[in-house]
């Protein structure tokens, strides 16, 4: 059983292309258009990239376990968000090799393997660099932010001090080891 990975794509480029991808998606997602495979999810990434031009080769040779949740396009960007095995599937370089004229930024978060990256270096599209999970006292609490000042200040407040460190949470999660209390501070890893 795989575990699945979140993955929120924008995709830029121009009207025509962006408008390509969506109504090959819409398409199979509203069963205008028939799954490539017979017993193929309508939501497959597989389906978008064969009905774009990918070739058998491409197919067998791709990762392709991932499926499209949402799609919208806001702004003249292709949003779309999609459930992937164990992080990013190739999909998003696939889709780069088929429209080399898109430009395809991705953020994905898979809690299980502690996968958290994005290719969103200058934050255009995704902004948060942590995200925080923490549950004390039977209270759970997530957030994203932008600064590792900004993660620590949640914290201090959360454990009702004037500030605390990194390091310091590393010590407070070692004291609380037999409980169910636990503070982890996830850093997206920035990559190509």
């Known amino acids: 059983m795989a575990n699945w990975a979140s993955t929120s794509y924008a995709i830029e480029g121009s009207k025509s292309d962006l408008e390509?991808?969506?109504?090959?998606?819409?398409?199979?997602?509203?069963?205008?258009?028939k799954p490539v495979e017979e017993n193929t999810s309508k939501e497959w990434e597989g389906n978008i990239v064969t009905a774009l031009g990918a070739t058998d080769e491409q197919m067998k040779n791709n990762y392709l376990r991932g499926f499209i949740q949402t799609y919208e396009i806001i702004d003249g960007v292709l949003h779309l968000e999609a459930e992937e095995a164990w992080?990013?599937?190739?999909?998003?370089?696939?889709?780069?090799?088929?429209?080399?004229?898109?430009?395809?930024?991705?953020?994905?978060?898979?809690?299980g393997c502690e996968v958290y990256a994005t290719n969103d270096c200058d934050g255009k599209y995704f902004t948060e660099s942590y995200y925080v999970d923490i549950c004390i006292d039977g209270d759970y609490f997530s957030e994203y932010f932008d600064t590792e000042k900004q993660v620590l200040a949640y914290v201090a407040q959360l454990l009702k001090k004037e500030a605390v460190t990194m390091a310091e949470i590393d010590e407070w999660n070692e004291i609380q080891d037999d409980s169910e209390n636990y503070i982890y501070v996830h850093e997206f890893e920035y990559v190509a």
């Not at 819409?26 to 069963?31: A, I, N, S």
């Not at 088929?98 to 898979?110: A, G, S």
């Open 20 to 33: 390509r991808v969506f109504n090959v998606i819409d398409g199979f997602v509203k069963g205008n258009v």
């Open 87 to 111: 992080g990013t599937t190739d999909f998003r370089h696939l889709l780069a090799k088929l429209m080399p004229e898109l430009t395809i930024y991705y953020i994905v978060e898979e809690c």
